[in-house]
C-alpha cells in the first residue's frame, strides 16, 4: 500500500494538484485521498480508477503496472 500512495502522491505533485483538487476531480474524499497516499488505507477499484480519472491518467499507471510496448517494425518484402 506504501508504494500505492507514493505514486498516486507522485502523480498529484506531478501535475500540481492539492488534496482538495484532486478530491473534487476525482470524486473522493480528501481523507480517503490522505489515507490511500499515507498507505494507511488500501483503497477500491472504483476508488483507484476514480483517482486515476481525477489526475487523467490510467489505472495500470497508478498500479504501477503500465510498461512501454515493444515497437515491432515490419517491412514489405
Do not use: C
Request: charged residues 35%; proline residues 3%.
Amino acid at each position: 500500500m506504501t508504494a500505492l500512495g507514493r505514486r498516486v502522491h507522485k502523480e498529484r505533485l506531478r501535475r500540481g494538484l492539492s488534496l482538495d483538487e484532486l478530491s473534487e476531480r476525482a470524486r473522493v474524499g480528501r481523507s480517503m485521498l490522505s489515507e490511500v497516499e499515507r498507505g494507511a488505507k488500501a483503497p477500491t477499484v472504483l476508488v483507484l480508477d476514480r483517482i486515476a480519472a481525477g489526475l487523467n491518467t490510467s489505472l495500470a499507471r497508478i498500479l504501477g503496472e503500465e510498461r512501454r510496448a515493444r515497437l515491432v517494425l515490419l517491412r514489405p518484402r
